[in-house]
């Protein structure tokens, strides 16, 4: 059975990081691309950023690129997205998930249960 925990969410002030932590488990981690999505109330979700299985190559939503940093631990079976320079427009609720595949397509398998991000002053 396939689990995604997500952690590390919270209140953050604009300007500030965070740093989102999802632990894998009930699956080949190996094998697939893993993804961080996010959705607002009222909208569909959208896919923030994507690793590969091989840990490259990476991709980014056009408005977090420069501020949002994906990263995998095999090792732990272990997803990170590092958060910086955070704005309000990145409050959501933040989801873990795999991808398809080993490459990034997009598509996302498997949910985490997600987690809060909120932007404010």
């Known amino acids: 059975q396939v689990q995604l925990v997500e952690s590390g969410g919270g209140l953050v002030q604009p300007g500030g990081s965070l740093r989102l932590s999802c632990a894998a488990s009930?699956?080949?981690?190996?094998?697939?691309?893993m993804a961080w999505f996010r959705q607002v109330p009222g909208k569909e979700p959208k896919g923030v950023a994507c690793?590969?299985?091989?840990?490259?190559?990476?991709y980014y939503m056009d408005s977090v690129k420069g501020r949002f940093a994906i990263s995998r631990d095999k090792s732990k079976n272990m997803v990170y997205l590092q958060m910086n320079n955070l704005k309000p427009e990145d409050t959501a609720l933040y989801y873990c998930?795999?991808?398809?595949?080993?490459?990034?397509?997009?598509?996302?398998?498997?949910w985490g249960q997600g987690i809060q991000v909120t932007v404010s002053t």
């Open positions: 690793v590969s299985q091989f840990e490259s190559p990476v």
């Open positions: 009930g699956f080949t981690f190996d094998d697939y691309a």
């Open positions: 998930t795999t991808e398809v595949a080993g490459y990034c397509s997009g598509v996302a398998l498997d």
